[in-house]
């Protein structure tokens, strides 16, 4: 199969599990974000060769923030294109706050493609993202409220909460991870309430 064929496929498989979920499956949706997470795997490690301790945690980041806006995807379009779109506003973000921790010069790309949610959907995805957070234990919670949300170095955010860096740094990682399967659980114990792709 040429690469493009690959990519058709991957493209069908992904978007007809995702229909399925949107439809009320819940099986459909968690064979969706497993899919889903080798996919934004891949496409970060591509982009962060020279950070690859940062892939896991964008791919978590990504996660949420696609479960949190998933009733805005157009199933008229390609469903990669709109996870890309997520994917690399996440991307120049993680640029932007290693560029102001790191003063690194590289250039950004032009913004003026990326997906932007309405007031009110960022509005619902904070409190989604907060209630999840407050079910972290605190050597968890306040390393990624300081670092993912306030934009703090590792370095600042030990001194703000007296952890050490290292503590900082697993304490994102697990804790990032312990928000996917938070996600994913809370969908399955909802038997994931079906919501209409977004309609023209």
Request: aromatic share 6%; proline share 4%.
């Given at each position: 199969m040429t690469d493009q064929g690959r990519l058709n496929a991957n493209e069908a498989r992904l978007k007809g599990l995702l229909l399925r979920?949107?439809?009320?499956?819940a099986p459909a949706y968690q064979a969706w974000l497993k899919e889903l997470s080798a996919h934004l795997r891949?496409?970060?490690r591509k982009r962060l060769t020279r950070f690859p301790d940062e892939v896991e945690d964008l791919v978590q980041e990504s996660l949420?923030?696609?479960?949190?806006?998933?009733?805005?995807?157009d199933a008229d379009l390609p469903l990669t294109a709109w996870v890309h779109a997520i994917a690399k506003y996440k991307l120049v973000d993680l640029l932007r706050r290693r560029a102001r921790r790191d003063a690194l010069t590289d250039p950004l790309e032009d913004e003026s493609d990326f997906?932007?949610?309405?007031?009110?959907?960022?509005?619902?995805?904070?409190?989604?993202?907060?209630?999840?957070?407050?079910?972290?234990?605190?050597?968890q919670r306040l390393p990624i409220?300081?670092?993912?949300?306030e934009g703090l170095s590792v370095a600042e955010a030990a001194r703000l909460t007296g952890m050490s860096e290292s503590a900082i740094k697993v304490g994102v990682h697990r804790g990032m991870k312990a928000l996917a399967v938070m996600i994913l659980e809370s969908s399955v114990d909802r038997s994931f309430s079906p919501v209409r792709?977004?309609?023209h």
């Open positions: 979920a949107l439809a009320g499956e891949a496409y970060f949420l923030a696609i479960h949190n806006q998933r009733h805005t995807y997906l932007v949610a309405t007031d009110s959907e960022a509005a619902e995805a904070k409190r989604d993202v907060g209630k999840l957070l407050g079910q972290l234990p605190d050597r409220v300081h670092t993912k949300l792709p977004h309609e």
